[in-house]
């Protein structure tokens, strides 16, 4: 674990370093796929202050609803002050933050197209910093497995000198090639919102299945608390992709012919 730098009087956060990036990486990106789409206006501003908000916010509070006791729950302050921090929570804080922003501004055009590509960057960057500073995993066998010192909060593996699994470094490699994805379907994929649609699907798929290599606690049925989260929001994405694909909105990637009509109009 390497929790902070040191550079002369200066102590900078690791964790807090890498999500900083990520943040300006994903702003980058925001601002250079709107201008490709001509969508630099004061809306698309707002869009990305609600996104920056909210998620601030559902990242400090994700740590609230931990029991369905609700009296074994933090204060929301108490969450607030030592919550999870959880990804989940920041990227849901940040679409209520972009839906609420967009309706008090009175702006109906879709905007999560902009935001795709941006966050899978952004996320990628971020991880690093999760990587350094926490628990990696749950041990392995497997050659690619890492150790991590025996003082890293909530990694009993970490005790019995175990290799682990690197899940960080499997959502890294998941976030960049997302990107790559993102930026190749992003002119292939015309209907409004739908790459959006896709990366949310292609990481909830992915999130579910890399928490069985997480460290995260196991709360019922062999489950974490994010894949019981994840569960019914899987199913209402199937719903939502299964629509998608009625509806041809997916017919530029899948049916070649399709394709070539595009191309030859």
Not at 48 to 58: E, F, P, Q, S
Not at 161 to 182: D, K, N, R, T, W
């Amino acid at each position: 674990m390497i929790p902070q730098w040191r550079i002369g009087p200066l102590v900078l956060p690791v964790h807090g370093v890498f999500v900083g990036l990520g943040v300006l990486a994903a702003a980058v990106v925001f601002i250079a796929e709107a201008r490709r789409r001509g969508a630099v206006n004061d809306q698309s501003l707002v869009a990305v202050t609600g996104a920056l908000v909210g998620g601030a916010i559902g990242m400090r509070l994700s740590g609230w609803a931990q029991h369905l006791d609700v009296r074994l729950n933090p204060s929301l302050l108490q969450a607030w002050e030592y919550g999870s921090r959880s990804i989940l929570g920041g990227l849901l804080g940040a679409y209520a933050g972009v839906l609420i922003a967009k309706r008090v501004g009175g702006y109906t055009g879709k905007t999560g197209d902009l935001f795709a590509p941006a966050v899978a960057l952004g996320m990628a960057i971020g991880r690093i910093g999760c990587h350094l500073t926490e628990a990696p995993g749950r041990p392995t066998g497997l050659p690619w497995g890492v150790h991590a010192p025996a003082t890293t909060p909530k990694c009993p593996g970490c005790l019995t000198g175990a290799a682990m699994h690197p899940s960080f470094l499997y959502e890294i490699a998941f976030q960049l090639a997302a990107f790559v994805m993102l930026l190749w379907l992003r002119d292939r994929i015309r209907q409004p919102g739908e790459l959006f649609v896709l990366y949310v699907a292609a990481y909830a798929a992915f999130r579910f299945a890399v928490e069985f290599a997480r460290a995260n606690e196991t709360v019922w049925l062999g489950l974490t608390r994010p894949q019981w989260f994840l569960l019914p929001s899987l199913a209402l994405i199937a719903w939502r992709l299964r629509r998608g694909y009625r509806l041809g909105y997916y017919d530029p990637v899948l049916d070649p012919m399709v394709r070539r009509r595009e191309v030859a109009t």
